[in-house]
């Protein structure tokens, strides 16, 4: 069989494969299969560490370390412990997102936004960079747990089941933390003048 040929078919193979099966290639030293959980996984890691807090430049360190962590850890990744993959994955990144938001840190080239492309009127993209600056503002006065539930919920699309495992409470508890942060953000935004605070998820 010619070597593009053999290559592709397995790659095929891999494309096609579960996490935990990746996961097991990846315990014995597979390069090819941990490329495809990195691109299988890294985009929607980076949108969560971007909603728990962490901003340009600081995301994508976030990510790099949580994928060398499930390099160096894959040997003892039990998939048998009842936890998929994305489960364990994104409480990685979750811990490195709160232990980088204890550390004090000032602000960084990466974290300057680039000017936005004028693609909409003036006043309606300044209404609505106005809008998500002080969501992000009442998403930072959110106790981390309360945030960490709303960013796994609302923004990464987890049940309230699957952000428990991930946070490692019961689905009670991320209910409760949900609950709380709503109302918190909706009086928050209320106090701020944002009309229409309803919208809070």
Request: aromatic letters at 4%; one cysteine or more; glycine letters at 8%.
């Amino acid at each position: 069989m010619d070597a593009n040929v053999r290559g592709a078919s397995v790659q095929s193979l891999l494309d096609g494969a579960t996490d935990e099966d990746l996961m097991e290639r990846v315990s014995a030293g597979d390069r090819a299969a941990f490329a495809v959980l990195v691109r299988r996984h890294a985009a929607r890691a980076l949108a969560l560490a971007r909603r728990l807090g962490c901003g340009a430049g600081e995301d994508e360190d976030i990510v790099q370390e949580a994928m060398v962590r499930v390099w160096r850890a894959a040997e003892r990744w039990n998939p048998d412990g009842g936890a998929r993959f994305t489960t364990w994955f994104h409480r990685i990144v979750l811990n490195l997102c709160l232990d980088r938001r204890r550390r004090p840190a000032g602000l960084t080239l990466e974290e300057i936004a680039e000017p936005e492309a004028p693609e909409r009127p003036a006043p309606q993209r300044i209404a609505e960079r106005q809008t998500a600056d002080l969501l992000s503002q009442a998403l930072d006065g959110l106790p981390e747990r309360q945030r960490a539930a709303v960013a796994l919920c609302y923004y990464d699309d987890h049940t309230a089941a699957e952000a428990a495992a991930v946070m490692g409470v019961t689905t009670g508890a991320v209910e409760q933390m949900l609950t709380r942060a709503r109302r918190a953000l909706r009086g928050r935004l209320q106090t701020l003048g944002v009309m229409g605070a309803e919208w809070v998820p």
